[in-house]
């Protein structure tokens, strides 16, 4: 085989003690080594030539790929230095280079990531998921705002049961241990607080391996708490994930098959499939799942790319279901060789068409609009951490000033909604020359005509202004080629390219349209 045919395993690199990763958490963060040998073996024993490259951040990303051919990337990066979600568009950074990569997509693992995100996608599609409130960096939460019966508060946006321990799970009107829980997370993460019903009962983890074009659930698998005495929380914590000598790790035991009548199992089998299904899942995945007292099943969360180590539960359920590592590891290589059209990056998406048109009314955007419209631009894995920070920054100042602010706000809604934001406004030191700012839409409303009846909606307003000439700038990059053939479409064409603008060899180009 040749190299041009090999595969480079792409991990992040642990931190040293006392740098970036809070020391508390330097278990987890190590971990990803124990997946990178085993992957390493794997591939050797299917004779498939492969190196491996470690990074700290997504900008050595594009560099450990440059030096190889390799056409696929083994992703196993799970954090990097800098923002939370910096790893999660480690495949939208692949593609963008020509890579195919395992696992999942850059939108599915940030709203994964974000666990709210997480739970409003979910229910969005009629999955069971436990109630729940964001409390903001230096609020207070008020218990009377609070789900009923116990809680339990994690940080939004960390992994491996990072910020969560027995204190973290509050009993029903302790005001004060809710207070002190929030503040250790705000403290801990600098991460908002997500206060969450606590599920009653037996935790399942359930596995999904995607099989060309089918997904395959897994044995179930159980997390046996029964050693517990009744004053400790039935959680499955940091402790129990990472620290070997504590009594929560040696007391967590994974029972696979899960001990459950079949017409349950059955249920939650449907429940996982379900979850996959909402956030886009492929690849494999894990979904974390507990049962109320009445056996009724509620997602926790999901888990894209879980851990792969040998002692890990995806393991544990490849073997359960007589699944050689090595076969594993073969699967998902020819799923990511094969990328059949349900699983293309929403990084890159097909050309926008109203072949099914969704009828949408578009209105000024209003501050109750913001969250959703931040979140649907992070779920389209589009853009880079950077361009979500401009595009918050755009949204709070047209949205605090109003008609006042230059950049103008609207917001398409479809059955009450959100499904598109548009930002577009005059360019500054000209006359009648206006600019289109953002553009984005839902990603599973895709090709739909939203975007056109956005596009359409700021012509009519900028003409009726008195304007003579849209502006509107694109990059050269392969995931902006659908954006180019969009305007082009409606009526755009290429004025000038500033070479190397953005980057070398990433040009930018100036598209126009006169009215």
């Known amino acids: 085989m040749s190299p041009r045919r090999g595969v480079v395993v792409l991990y992040n690199l642990p931190q040293p003690p006392g740098e970036t990763a809070p020391p508390q958490w330097q278990e987890a963060d190590a971990g990803v080594l124990k997946e990178v040998e085993a992957v390493e073996r794997a ?41 939370a979600a910096d790893a999660c568009f480690v495949p939208a950074v692949c593609w963008s280079l020509r890579r195919r990569c395992t696992g999942n997509d850059t939108a599915c693992q940030t709203i994964c990531l974000n666990k709210w995100q997480n739970k409003a996608a979910l229910q969005a599609h009629g999955v069971p998921v436990p109630q729940g409130l964001i409390v903001p960096i230096g609020r207070t939460p008020q218990i009377s705002e609070c789900p009923a019966g116990r809680l339990i508060v994690k940080p939004v946006a960390t992994d491996a049961s990072e910020g969560i321990d027995a204190l973290s799970v509050i009993e029903p009107g302790d005001s004060g241990r809710l207070d002190a ?93 379900a979850a996959w299904t909402a956030v886009g899942c492929h690849g494999y995945a894990r979904v974390d799942i507990r049962l109320d007292s009445n056996n009724r099943p509620f997602v926790l969360e999901i888990n894209p790319n879980p851990d792969l180590s040998p002692d890990a539960g995806f393991s544990a359920a490849l073997a359960a279901a007589g699944i050689r590592f090595e076969e594993f590891v073969a699967t ?59 595009a918050k920054e755009v949204l709070d100042e047209s949205l605090a000033q109003g008609r006042a602010f230059p950049y103008q706000s609207y917001t398409a809604e479809a059955g009450g909604r959100i499904v598109g934001w548009l930002a577009f406004g005059p360019t500054p030191c000209t006359l009648g020359t206006y600019d289109i700012y953002w553009i984005v839409v839902a990603p599973d409303v895709q090709r739909r005509g939203i975007g056109s009846a956005l596009l359409k909606h700021a012509e009519k307003i900028i003409q009726e202004r008195g304007g003579r000439l849209i502006v509107v700038d694109t990059s050269t990059r392969p995931i902006y080629t659908s954006t180019r053939r969009f305007y082009a479409r409606h009526g755009y064409h290429e004025e000038a390219r500033i070479k190397d603008l953005y980057a070398p060899g990433d040009d930018k180009v100036i598209s126009v349209k006169r009215l």
Not at 75 to 82: A, I, R, W
Not at 239 to 268: G, M, S
């Open 332 to 390: 998902v290589l020819e799923t990511a060789r094969g990328v059949p059209k349900a699983s293309r990056p929403r990084s890159s998406p097909p050309a926008e068409t109203s072949s099914f048109p969704l009828s949408v009314a578009i209105r000024p955007s209003a501050p109750s609009d913001r969250d959703s419209i931040i979140q649907m631009a992070v779920a389209t894995g589009f853009f880079r951490p950077d361009e979500i920070e401009v």
């Open 181 to 273: 829980a929030v503040r250790r997370v705000h403290q801990q993460t600098h991460q908002p607080a997500l206060i969450e019903q606590y599920i009653e009962g037996r935790e399942l983890n359930v596995a999904l391996l995607e099989k060309g074009d089918r997904v395959e659930v897994l044995p179930l698998a159980e997390i046996d708490f029964l050693s517990f005495p009744p004053e400790k929380p039935r959680i499955v914590d940091y402790a129990a994930k990472w620290l070997e000598h504590t009594f929560e790790y040696q007391h967590t035991v994974r029972r696979i098959p899960a001990p459950l009548p079949e017409p349950l199992a059955d249920e939650v089998r449907q429940i996982a499939r």
């Open 43 to 83: 591939l050797a024993a299917l004779k498939i030539p492969h190196r491996v490259a470690g990074v700290r951040c997504l900008r050595d990303v594009p560099e450990a790929l440059a030096v190889g051919t390799e056409p696929i990337v083994f992703n196993l990066v799970e954090s990097l230095e800098g923002e």
